[in-house]
């Protein structure tokens, strides 16, 4: 499996931006897949995650309602919508696929991460 996002710049706060992340490889389609994020000085963090059907999402709490995440199976990609943007939603994302979302932290699959940078 191989990811590659896009979608990163820079926006003022209150903006919005789209991230993408197309997936190459059989199984792509039937992985959970998802975002995190890693800001300067700080750990990466679960940002949102979708299971293999669309079905379920999940958000971490600093970004519930103003992101949204979904996935096309048909073109293996899977997208971020972020809305609202604040100045703390600075960093380099990344996206992950794995076969549940509880392991996703230590999938073996990484997208090579894309800057978002929110200007106040």
């Known amino acids: 499996v191989q990811l590659q996002a896009s979608g990163g710049g820079l926006v003022q706060a209150g903006g919005s931006l789209r991230l993408s992340c197309a997936g190459s490889?059989?199984?792509?389609?039937?992985?959970?897949m998802g975002w995190f994020r890693q800001a300067p000085g700080k750990e990466r963090e679960f940002v949102a995650a979708?299971?293999?059907?669309?079905?379920?999402?999940y958000y971490a709490d600093s970004v519930r309602g103003r992101f949204t995440i979904s996935r096309d199976n048909a073109n293996n990609t899977v997208y971020l919508q972020m809305n609202s943007l604040k100045p703390e939603d600075t960093a380099v994302y990344y996206c992950?696929?794995?076969?549940?979302?509880?392991?996703?932290?230590?999938?073996?699959?990484w997208g090579q991460g894309t800057q978002v940078t929110v200007s106040s």
């Open positions: 979708v299971i293999w059907s669309g079905k379920n999402t």
């Open positions: 992950t696929a794995a076969m549940t979302i509880s392991i996703m932290k230590g999938s073996s699959y």
């Open positions: 490889g059989p199984t792509v389609s039937k992985l959970a």
